[in-house]
């Protein structure tokens, strides 16, 4: 059993004794090309806390790589996989019907944004959502190029990772990769990737897409579609002005080219509405990607598209596995839950108030160098010195190392932001009991600065 109180419980100092014998046996038998944060092996969860082999007890303030943004194993996530695992656990959907596919996809139609009528295509992560939007665009346009941003991440199979463009070890002897796709700068106004300030740019970063790619090497006669991540995730939570997207919407539809909205971390009330778009006024995505969040801890992705996008012919696009209807009837309650408990009200909520209290720090601690985010889906960027920015990427690994140490999940992305993604039933004790943790161990980093 987890204990009720909201706060880290550490029995023994993680890794423990039974944590290191598993942790070894994981580096042996796995696959090698993935590499962790740190050695923490989940026994069990509940809501906001994760507990460990061990007995150790942490805030979770990742939500599994934002996937329990309805805390873990909620009850009425719970009972609805076993209900529907009692009833029928597969039976492709490509071929055949069931109801909890169909519940989900006029669910997920209801809360994406625009009233067009729309239509559903299901899978089973994000980057299969993906290359799912990839192939619906070159399909109904018959367009084959595509534009996405540098610092994105769209997925590792082989035409999400022609998106994909944050890290370089993500491609590094993988090429080719098969898809054409230009990537362009994204509006990361804290690191201007052309050295400009916002808003006396006046936003070259989208003039810089038409004059500098659509009219010289990248015909929009050709182009099928921009994929944008709203906010980027493993980029490092970065958030582009308020008036980015609508300008950005408008130059699209003057050349006819779709916008696939990536909405596979910040997606499904992360950032205290539905979709994280839905922060920029008036931008009405023509197909939107959700996976993660989605199926409550169930493995399942979507993408949602304009009901026109969906003329591809009969055996197109298919799955096996994909829309499974235990995930799907997980994901019918995750929607529910989150409309019943009032979790984007919450997200909004608790999101104000540790953005105020990572503001109080900042004051504090010279380390922190930016901070930024939407709802519960926030990044502070660390940096040597604030005048430099010098990105803090050693120091980010010692304040999540240590913060693991003390009983808080959290993890970093991009080169040096810590990323704060809890579950959006998280509760103002429960805020203040990591904080305390996270405090503590950037006031120690921050103290070996020189
Ligand atoms: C924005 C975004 N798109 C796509 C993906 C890929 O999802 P998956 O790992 O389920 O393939 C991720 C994963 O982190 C993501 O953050």
Same mark, same amino acid.
């Given at each position: 059993?987890?204990?009720?109180?909201?706060?880290?419980?550490?029995?023994?100092?993680?890794?423990?004794?039974?944590?290191?014998?598993?942790?070894a046996k994981y580096t042996d038998k796995l696959s090698r090309s993935v590499v962790g944060f740190y050695p923490l092996v989940a026994e069990s969860a509940t809501g906001c806390i994760v507990k460990d082999v061990d007995g150790n007890e942490f805030i979770d303030f990742n939500s599994g790589l934002a996937v329990m943004n309805v805390g873990h194993?909620?009850?009425?996530?719970?009972?609805?996989?076993?209900?529907?695992?009692?009833?029928?656990?597969?039976?492709?959907?490509?071929?055949?019907?069931?109801?909890?596919?169909?519940?989900?996809?006029?669910?997920?139609?209801?809360?994406?944004?625009?009233?067009?009528?729309?239509?559903?295509?299901?899978?089973?992560?994000?980057?299969?959502?993906?290359?799912?939007?990839?192939?619906?665009?070159?399909?109904?346009?018959?367009?084959?190029?595509?534009?996405?941003?540098?610092?994105?991440?769209?997925?590792?199979?082989?035409?999400?990772?022609?998106?994909?463009?944050?890290?370089?070890?993500?491609?590094?002897?993988?090429?080719?990769?098969?898809?054409?796709?230009?990537?362009?700068?994204?509006?990361?106004?804290?690191?201007?990737?052309?050295?400009?300030?916002?808003?006396?740019?006046?936003?070259?970063?989208?003039?810089?897409?038409?004059?500098?790619?659509?009219?010289?090497?990248?015909?929009?006669?050709?182009?099928?579609?921009?994929?944008?991540?709203?906010?980027?995730?493993?980029?490092?939570?970065?958030?582009?002005?308020?008036?980015?997207?609508? +300008? %950005? $919407?408008?130059?699209?539809? &003057? /050349?006819? @080219?779709?916008?696939?909205?990536?909405?596979?971390?910040?997606?499904? !009330?992360?950032?205290?509405?539905?979709?994280?778009?839905?922060?920029?006024?008036?931008?009405?995505?023509?197909?939107?990607?959700?996976?993660?969040?989605?199926?409550?801890?169930?493995?399942?992705?979507?993408?949602?598209?304009?009901?026109?996008?969906?003329?591809?012919?009969?055996?197109?696009?298919?799955?096996?596995?994909?829309?499974?209807?235990?995930?799907?009837?997980?994901?019918?309650?995750?929607?529910?839950?989150?409309?019943?408990?009032?979790?984007?009200?919450?997200?909004?909520?608790?999101?104000?108030?540790?953005?105020? +209290? %990572? $503001?109080?720090?900042?004051? &504090? /601690?010279? @380390?922190?160098?930016?901070?930024?985010?939407?709802?519960?889906?926030? !990044?502070?960027?660390?940096?040597?010195?604030?005048?430099?920015?010098e990105p803090a990427a050693q120091e980010a690994t010692e304040v999540i190392n240590k913060c693991f140490k003390r009983g808080l999940a959290i993890i970093t992305s991009g080169k040096s932001t810590i990323r704060f993604a809890p579950p959006l039933i998280i509760t103002r004790e429960t805020m203040d009991s990591a904080l305390e943790v996270l405090?503590?161990?950037?006031?120690?980093?921050?103290?070996?600065?020189?």
């Open positions: 059993m987890l204990t009720t109180k909201p706060e880290p419980k550490i029995v023994v100092t993680p890794p423990g004794p039974k944590a290191k014998e598993l942790f194993s909620h009850p009425r996530v719970i009972k609805a996989i076993k209900e529907q695992a009692e009833k029928l656990t597969h039976y492709s959907w490509t071929d055949f019907c069931y109801a909890p596919i169909v519940d989900l996809a006029e669910q997920l139609i209801k809360i994406t944004p625009g009233v067009s009528p729309k239509q559903v295509f299901f899978a089973n992560g994000g980057a299969e959502a993906n290359e799912a939007a990839m192939k619906m665009t070159r399909w109904h346009t018959r367009k084959a190029l595509f534009l996405a941003y540098t610092n994105s991440f769209h997925g590792r199979t082989f035409a999400a990772m022609s998106l994909t463009a944050s890290k370089p070890v993500q491609r590094r002897h993988f090429f080719p990769l098969g898809q054409e796709v230009t990537h362009v700068p994204y509006p990361y106004c804290y690191r201007c990737p052309f050295h400009l300030t916002y808003p006396e740019c006046n936003m070259w970063c989208v003039d810089f897409i038409e004059e500098e790619v659509l009219k010289k090497f990248h015909p929009p006669e050709d182009t099928a579609a921009m994929f944008v991540e709203p906010i980027q995730g493993e980029g490092g939570y970065v958030v582009p002005p308020e008036d980015y997207f609508p +300008r %950005l $919407k408008k130059l699209l539809d &003057k /050349y006819d @080219i779709l916008m696939v909205d990536d909405e596979i971390q910040s997606g499904i !009330g992360r950032t205290g509405k539905w979709f994280a778009i839905e922060h920029w006024a008036g931008v009405v995505p023509d197909i939107v990607t959700v996976a993660k969040a989605l199926g409550g801890g169930l493995p399942i992705s979507a993408a949602i598209a304009k009901e026109e996008l969906m003329d591809w012919e009969g055996g197109s696009h298919a799955n096996t596995t994909g829309g499974n209807p235990v995930a799907c009837a997980a994901g019918v309650q995750v929607i529910n839950i989150i409309r019943d408990e009032r979790l984007l009200e919450n997200a909004t909520r608790q999101g104000a108030y540790l953005m105020k +209290r %990572l $503001k109080e720090m900042q004051q &504090k /601690y010279p @380390i922190i160098g930016d901070l930024r985010g939407k709802g519960l889906m926030v !990044g502070a960027e660390l940096v040597k010195d604030q005048e430099t920015k405090e503590g161990a950037i006031k120690e980093v921050n103290a070996q600065l020189k």
